[in-house]
């Protein structure tokens, strides 16, 4: 539909696409606070008003940035279904999506804050509810767990950037706030491998822990029906 209005200058030379990659880019740049219609036109070299013929606003042009940003995630949706077991199939959504979330800046965050409102994102849900209910679970256990499922990759990558930024700091000679073993004794005990932590291993240990606790509910559910 025409979003011209009577009196507007004529319509400049860009399109959606061209819109959302520049936004993009801005938000792996200077990252979530940045990405704003004021910093997306100067990096475009128009006049921010010209962004209103192909976002409404801020908030529709962050919904757009989301799905740009998670459309690769929609690869595992074809490849994951080659027979696989539902636990497999999630396992490899979730890489997926982990991996889409690590290629951005702020993307936890952003898809934290936006809610799934786009194509992309709505499938990739969809996908990630039909997985659940294809375990057996019933409707109301499927939604509840799909939601966590998401909310785990949102909430491990952030932490995996967060132990990425304070080994950077150790890297550079700052002191670990809690290796007071007096104070904090169990924190001590593990203070070597917690400054080792790997991303990779923090990821695939709690998507093992949750996995396995998903399947252990499936089998309490099963076992309680017969």
């Given amino acids: 539909m025409s979003r011209h209005r009577p009196g507007a200058k004529p319509r400049p030379r860009l399109t959606l696409e061209q819109v959302v990659t520049a936004a993009v ?19 475009l070299g128009v006049q ?4 209103y013929w192909y976002v409404r606003d801020k908030g529709e042009l962050l919904d757009l940035v989301a799905d740009a940003i998670c459309a690769p995630a929609l690869d595992w949706v074809g490849a994951a279904a080659g027979g696989l077991g539902w636990r497999e199939q999630m396992a490899i959504g979730l890489r997926g999506y982990r991996a889409v ?13 936006r ?4 194509p992309v994102r709505r499938r990739l849900a969809d996908a ?21 499922l998401g909310d785990y990759v949102i909430s491990i990558v952030s932490e995996e950037m967060r132990i990425e930024a304070q080994a950077a700091q150790v890297a550079q000679g700052a002191e670990i706030p809690w290796q007071d073993a007096e ?6 005990r593990i203070a070597p491998y917690l400054a080792a932590a790997d991303p990779e291993a923090l990821f695939e240990t709690g998507l093992e822990v949750l996995l396995d606790g998903i399947e252990q509910r499936l089998e309490r559910l099963r076992a309680t029906a017969q």
């Fill in 25 to 43: 880019a801005l938000l792996d740049d200077e990252g979530l606070d940045s990405l704003t219609t004021r910093g997306l036109a100067k990096r």
């Fill in 48 to 51: 921010s008003p010209a962004l």
């Fill in 101 to 113: 979330l690590r290629a951005h800046r702020d993307a936890p965050r952003l898809l934290a804050e």
């Fill in 115 to 118: 809610p799934p409102t786009g």
């Fill in 128 to 148: 990630a509810v039909g997985l659940v209910l294809q375990a057996g679970f019933p409707e109301l256990d499927a939604a509840l767990i799909s939601l966590f």
């Fill in 183 to 188: 104070e904090y004794p169990n924190i001590a």
